[in-house]
């Protein structure tokens, strides 16, 4: 949780519904030709669900490629928390979302 001081990149996702905010730093390397995500971190402003899913998101992902990271749905976050009401399934967007626009910002840089 926090910042994370050297990151390649933040993904910042507000959430539409309830106006809560969310940033997801990565930091990638590269290993044996794939690029991977060495740290993460984030800062969520946000409801208890939303804090919770942004910091599972942060343990599923870590030492995951670029593309396997691309490809974790909320669904897959809400069900390594055991499950959350379906009220607040909107909350776990700001860890998904988060986490994709990340890598997408990173991937521009590199293309730039
Ligand atoms: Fe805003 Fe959950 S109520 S993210």
Redesign the pocket.
Known sequence: MGELKDADAVGETG?P????I?YIYIKVKEVDGVEIIDDISFQ?F?????IATSSMITELAKGMSLDDAMKIKREDVAEALSGLPPQ?M??S??AADGLHNAIKIYREKREA
């Open positions: 959430n519904v309830c106006g809560d969310s969520t946000g409801c208890g669900a939303a607040k909107h909350c967007n700001l």
